[in-house]
């Protein structure tokens, strides 16, 4: 009885691996649909109603879907830093410290990152860098989707088969 509990408890353990390596994966499409969506109401904020870049922060970290508020949370939480420090340091490190929790990868940090260089600046070169990031960040989405459509399924199968291999080899 023992071992067939301890067997059901390595295949559900195993399983949840996989499960959450599935997760990780949808999770990864909602989170860029999310940030294109912030990135391009930011976008329209700055571009065609002209409004100051501290204010948009402010209502993106209230507004923006609840995926990607930690960045624009985080970010508006160093605005009083902005005499002190360049406004890129402040949406660089906002973009690193939150990246874990909205699972981006390294190359969608960067083409997060890059935008801020620009951001508070001549109004062409921000459209210019938003514009150019949200392009970026729908190619991403669709690489991530295709990854979503291509290995979901295997990650959940390979987490239970691999927990079921393994028992079969204990016993």
């Known amino acids: 009885m023992i071992h067939i509990l301890g067997a059901i408890f390595i295949v559900g353990a195993c399983g949840v691996v996989g499960l959450e390596q599935s997760y990780r994966l949808r999770a990864r499409v909602r989170v860029l649909t999310a940030l294109i969506d912030a990135l391009n109401r930011l976008h ?58 909205l699972y981006l990868r390294e190359k969608e ?38 990854e979503l459509r291509e290995r979901s399924r295997l990650y959940t199968v390979l987490g239970f088969s691999g927990g079921l291999l393994f028992v079969i080899i204990l016993l």
């Open 44 to 101: 329209g904020g700055i571009v065609q109603n002209l409004r100051p870049l501290p204010e948009l922060i402010e209502i993106l970290a209230d507004e923006a879907p609840q995926q990607v508020r930690p960045f624009f949370s985080v970010l508006c939480g160093q605005l009083d830093k902005l005499g002190e420090k360049p406004f890129f340091v402040l949406w660089r490190a906002a973009a690193e410290e939150s990246c874990e929790k």
């Open 109 to 146: 940090t960067e083409a997060l990152i890059e935008p801020g260089r620009v951001l508070g600046g001549d109004l062409k070169a921000q459209d210019r860098a938003l514009t150019l990031c949200l392009e970026r960040m729908k190619e991403y989405r669709s690489e991530a989707y295709a």
